[in-house]
């Protein structure tokens, strides 16, 4: 997931506990993300940019 995104796995904890990134669950040590609930965020993250 971090690939994806293109931030340190750090990252993806720090979001998560600060409620900031994509949701997910913790299963034993790991986070596990649901594809739909991750473009959903990516989505609602794209700023309109003017050319």
């Known amino acids: 997931m971090s690939v994806f995104l293109g931030v ?4 993806l904890y720090q979001w998560r506990h600060r409620r900031q990134g994509p949701p997910a669950v913790k299963i034993g040590k790991h986070l596990r993300f649901d594809w739909v609930d991750v473009e959903a965020w990516w989505d609602s993250q794209k700023t309109e940019q003017n050319p």
């Open 8 to 11: 340190p796995l750090a990252t």
